[in-house]
């Protein structure tokens, strides 16, 4: 049974930091390829920053370009996303999700939210001003 479990949301003051990780069981980490994906309530989940199965490339949606940091350790089966300089605008609920590197194409990474195959539960981040 695959199972992505995601951790270190929170509250946070605006301008403040957090870094979630997922943890990932199941499957074999370094041939997948990751994502975070968000969702504010009443709107549509959106995809924040991916990472290849190598880690070599990565993505970010324009509104986190600067301020977020997408990273794996194939040791520890773990993605983090690392956000800095969190704005009312960055409270949601975030997600993990993986797919495997043969459904994206030669060590990329998209965030596409349909192509996914493992999701998480979410963590919750909330960002008061």
């Known amino acids: 049974e695959v199972q992505l479990v995601e951790s270190g949301g929170g509250l946070v003051q605006a301008g403040g930091s957090l870094r979630l990780s997922c943890i990932i069981d199941g499957l074999t980490f370094r041939d997948y390829a990751l994502g975070w994906f968000r969702q504010a309530p009443g709107k549509q989940r959106e995809g924040v920053s991916c990472?290849?199965?190598?880690?070599?490339?990565?993505s970010y949606q324009n509104s986190v370009k600067g301020r977020f940091t997408i990273s794996r350790d194939n040791a520890k089966k773990t993605v983090h996303l690392r956000m800095n300089s969190l704005t009312s605008e960055d409270t949601a609920m975030y997600y993990c999700?993986?797919?495997?590197?043969?459904?994206?194409?030669?060590?990329?990474?998209?965030?596409?939210?349909?192509?996914?195959?493992?999701w998480g539960q979410g963590t919750q981040v909330t960002v008061s001003s």
């Open positions: 990472i290849s199965y190598s880690g070599e490339r990565t």
């Open positions: 999700a993986a797919v495997h590197r043969y459904r994206v194409g030669y060590d990329a990474c998209h965030m596409t939210e349909s192509i996914y195959q493992y």
